[in-house]
């Protein structure tokens, strides 16, 4: 089962968070038949979304996040329906490109750099929040550091990664601390030194499990460890399909039908097919 698992270091001066999303990674997949390069851009947005979605404060919380470079792969979207779930699409999931010069997966060239990264939080305020940054490599890690710097003011590191293989992805995730306002420059320059190691995150990953990774690089840091969370690729698009219905107004949901004789919505994000007639209008309609 994928987790987040977070600790306070220091003494609470910083926070880590270490992700494993492989199954979430691998249901993204199977839902949008993505190619392998197309799985890692998505399954590192995924992973930066269960993160968000895990800071929220309440259960009516909610997350957007939007990644938009230009790049052949076009716009990336994260979301949440629940506590513990994420879900996304990608525009183009059959994005293919040549692998880069050191054989690794050009996520770069697919998202691209003309275009910025943005995250918009409904916190049941009047106005929902936005945060935007420029993207700077379209690598996604890198663009998620750069946002939290520039936009929330965190002094931040990054690491994720997605590892495929002939039968998917074997694994996925990530690792982000975030040094609060009153470390100091030593610990700072401990969390960069310790966050070198992550430059194949998904193969420690696959290797160790983050919870070995988590007691080996930060357990001597004056860690306390919190109860790990999961996290899984759900979407409960009913409710927001019927919302959609409700919207159009029952006249108008009964001239479709009758000029097509059924009305058929596909969610995007699951890529499942409502399909509703005139012996569904009751139901449809009837007060909550």
């Known amino acids: ?11 609470g001066k910083a926070r880590v968070a270490l992700m494993e999303t492989t199954e979430t990674v691998n249901k993204a997949i199977k839902t949008h038949d993505l190619t392998p390069l197309a799985a890692a851009a998505l399954g590192r947005s995924l992973t930066i979304g269960a993160y968000i979605e895990s800071n929220l404060k309440s259960e009516t919380h909610k997350f957007n996040l939007i990644i938009n470079g230009g790049g052949p792969i076009g716009k990336i979207y994260v979301t949440s329906d629940r506590v513990g779930t994420v879900k996304g699409l990608v525009e183009n999931p059959q994005v293919d490109l040549p692998l ?24 049941g305020l009047k106005e929902p929040y936005i945060g935007r940054s420029q993207l700077v490599s379209g690598e996604i890690a890198e663009d998620y550091n750069n946002y939290l710097f520039k936009s929330e003011g965190i002094l931040n590191a990054v690491a994720l990664g997605v590892l495929n293989d002939k039968d ?20 700072v320059c401990i969390l960069e030194d310790i966050m070198s190691n992550f430059t194949n995150i998904s193969a420690l990953i696959a290797e160790k499990g983050i919870e070995e990774i988590g007691n080996y690089y930060f357990g001597h840091l004056d860690a306390e460890f919190f109860p790990a969370q999961t996290v899984r690729f759900k979407c409960d698009c009913w409710h927001k399909i019927r919302k959609i219905v409700r919207g159009l107004g029952r006249a108008e949901i009964e001239d479709i039908m009758k000029e097509q004789g059924m009305l058929e919505i596909k969610c995007d994000y699951c890529r499942k097919n409502y399909v509703y007639t005139e012996k569904d209008l009751d139901f449809l309609f009837e007060e909550e």
């Not at 998917?168 to 100091?184: F, H, L, T, V």
């Open 1 to 11: 089962m994928d987790k987040i698992i977070k600790a306070v270091l220091f003494g």
């Open 168 to 187: 998917g992805c074997k694994a996925a995730g990530g690792i982000i601390i975030e040094a609060m306002p009153d470390a100091d420059d030593n610990m």
């Open 100 to 123: 880069r010069k050191d054989g690794k997966l050009d996520v770069g060239g697919a998202v691209g750099t003309n275009g910025d990264i943005v995250v918009i939080k409904d916190l």
